[in-house]
């Protein structure tokens, strides 16, 4: 498997940009589709976006609506986040995530995780 660290996260303001990073090691990264997640204070885990193996294709979360974008550059092994015009509801800790079956929204079929890299919107 691999090993996943996230950084990028940090405290901005509302109509901000981040751009979060997620560095593999260990085992072959281009044999991963890779996957964000989010989870916000009492609320459950959910899924942002994720991208195939070579980066053929990529799936958001519907509620999104074009703020997020999902990149991976597999020569550097880092899969990337940009979120643009930030709200104070994208306050969560954002979580990168690997997964061997491409397309998967389901947290239960991602195999490793991050220790996650917390995001914070002010207003």
């Known amino acids: 498997q691999v090993q996943l660290v996230e950084s990028g996260g940090g405290l901005v303001q509302v109509g901000g940009s981040l751009r979060l990073s997620c560095v593999a090691s260990g085992d072959t990264f281009g044999a991963y589709a890779m996957g964000w997640f989010r989870q916000a204070p009492g609320k459950a885990r959910e899924f942002v976006a994720s991208v195939t193996q070579g980066s053929i294709y990529t799936d958001y979360a519907d509620f999104l609506k074009d703020r997020f974008t999902i990149t991976r550059d597999n020569d550097k092994r880092t899969v990337y986040l940009q979120i643009d015009s930030l709200k104070p509801e994208d306050t969560a800790v954002y979580y990168c995530?690997?997964?061997?079956?491409?397309?998967?929204?389901?947290?239960?079929?991602?195999?490793?995780w991050g220790q996650g890299t917390q995001v914070t919107v002010s207003s």
């Open positions: 995530a690997a997964s061997r079956i491409p397309n998967e929204r389901r947290a239960n079929a991602f195999v490793s």
